[in-house]
């Protein structure tokens, strides 16, 4: 109970932050599996238990959790009480508040309300090392038998560095930028390897009235950035300035970041910033599809999440991904590694079963549900059953590029600093004039050395 309280006392301050934030995409009615006729804190001796697991819903929907769930309660007797909805950070906020925890939440860090980072902040995640031991209902293997290998040890499942996984990875794309491999083998142009062929396409480009780069929103900057770094100075300059290394922006390898980024702020579509937004990035999206920008740093959830745009479309058009440009063109590309987190609330009530649940979401009948929504985990194997675009997406690291993990190490609050409005959001402004290059470095300078006399450890 002490636990508890002094988990809402802390909630009570960073959920009220969190529920402030961005809007996310446009909501549907939550959707809800029948209540057991008994709540699982009246439920008799040897009754199972009812668990709440909530989950968002994106572009790969909701039929999928309620597969899975249904699965998970005929293999375990275990009945679950699910919520989707595509604004779960809405539908969560005011009940933790109030002491009203889920069981489990598939709910990613990055999201606008950032109310994953808010319980990481909070410390009031529960540590899932036992999850991964304990052996998958229905199989004889456990999750840690089944993820493939670095994906539980990364900043972002192990935000306190001590050797803890507090955040199961869940459905991974490979993130690279976009084009449309049409236009390209119409023109016969080749896909940059480098940023001196991107610049040189660019200025090509520019001339037939196609901008060389858009981006659905500065929140994609998220995986763009870290992979940029990387393809700079390989994970080891990620890793320092994701860490908040003192005098790491001052190095020769930093300031060929903030160089590309700088000239890349001059290739963007001058109607990017604009539609930039939970409402209208979809029209940033669009512009590669329709031959207005060649580039866009997206995900391989872009497919499903344009599918019925394409289907309007007048001119050929087919899917193209490359990992980002490098500076050498004998050195190995990067393609960042995006994915999805579950987690259970330290204060969830039913921790024993809600274990059994994630370790459950490994399990072969839930990985076959979620891939057949085109939801991938990281699990050994599961790439080899894939076909058409999903085969050539999330083969992109059997092609020479090298995975960038991970994201910027958590921090205690900090008035008026965030991660997203330090090193994302910014870039609309450097595209549309209103800051330089230096305004933006400076920011990143000056918050860095914040966040690391914050960085929680």
């Known amino acids: 109970m002490k636990k508890i309280i002094a988990l809402l006392l802390a909630l009570t301050m960073v959920l009220g932050l969190a529920a402030c934030g961005g809007s ?27 668990i709440k697991v909530a989950a968002i819903e994106t572009g790969y929907g909701a039929q999928m959790w309620r597969d ?53 902040k909070a ?20 999750p840690a038998d089944k993820i493939v290998g670095g994906f539980t040890e990364t900043s972002i499942t192990s935000p306190y560095g001590d050797g803890k996984t507090y955040l199961a990875p869940m459905f991974y794309s490979p993130c690279g930028l976009f084009y449309n ?29 196609i901008s060389l780069f858009t981006y659905p929103t500065t929140g994609y900057f998220d995986t763009f950035i870290p992979t940029l770094i990387a393809s700079v100075g390989g994970t080891e300059l990620w890793e320092s300035i994701s860490n908040y290394e003192e005098g790491v922006w001052d190095t ?13 702020a001059t290739y963007v579509h001058p109607n990017t910033p604009a539609q930039a937004n939970n409402q209208d990035f979809t029209k940033n999206q ?25 289907a309007t479309l007048t001119n050929d058009f087919a899917w193209g991904m490359t990992a980002l440009p490098g500076f050498d063109a004998n050195a190995a590309p990067y ?48 790439a080899e059953s894939l076909e058409g675009e999903n085969k050539v997406f999330y083969s992109i690291y059997d092609n020479g590029a090298k995975a960038c993990m991970g994201a910027f190490a958590a921090f205690g609050e900090i008035p008026g600093v965030t991660v997203s409005d330090t090193f994302f959001a910014p870039i609309d402004s450097l595209v549309s004039g209103s800051i330089t290059i230096d305004d933006y470095a400076n920011l990143v300078k000056t918050n860095s050395a914040q966040m690391a006399a914050a960085k929680l450890s």
């Open 68 to 120: 899975v769930a249904a699965a998970f309660e005929a293999e375990t007797g275990i009945k679950v009480e699910l919520t989707t909805d595509k604004n779960l950070e809405d539908v969560l906020s005011g009940p933790m508040q109030n002491g009203e925890f889920p069981d489990v939440v598939h709910l990613a860090i990055g999201r606008p309300a950032g109310l994953t980072e808010q319980l990481i």
């Open 24 to 50: 996310a995409p446009a909501a549907t009615e939550a959707t809800q599996a029948p209540k057991a006729d008994t709540p699982a804190t009246e439920a008799s001796a040897g009754e199972a238990a009812t």
């Open 335 to 382: 393609a960042y590694c995006w994915f999805e987190q579950a987690w259970i609330p330290a204060a969830a009530e039913h921790i024993s079963e809600a274990e059994q649940f994630v370790a459950f979401l490994y399990s072969d009948k839930a990985a076959e549900i979620f891939a057949a929504s085109g939801a991938i985990q990281p699990i050994v194997g599961v």
């Open 181 to 209: 491999a049409k236009l390209f083998e119409e023109k016969g142009w080749e896909v940059p390897t480098t940023w001196d062929e991107m610049w040189a396409l660019g200025d090509k480009a520019a001339a037939e009235g």
């Open 252 to 264: 020769p390898e930093a300031q060929k970041v903030l160089d590309v980024i700088a000239k890349l």
């Open 286 to 310: 669009l512009m590669v599809m329709t031959n207005d920008a060649l580039f866009m740093p997206n995900g391989t959830w872009i497919t499903g999440e344009m599918r019925d745009a394409e």
């Open 123 to 142: 410390n009031a995640l529960h540590d899932l090392d036992n999850m991964l031991s304990t052996t998958i209902p229905g199989e004889t293997k456990t």
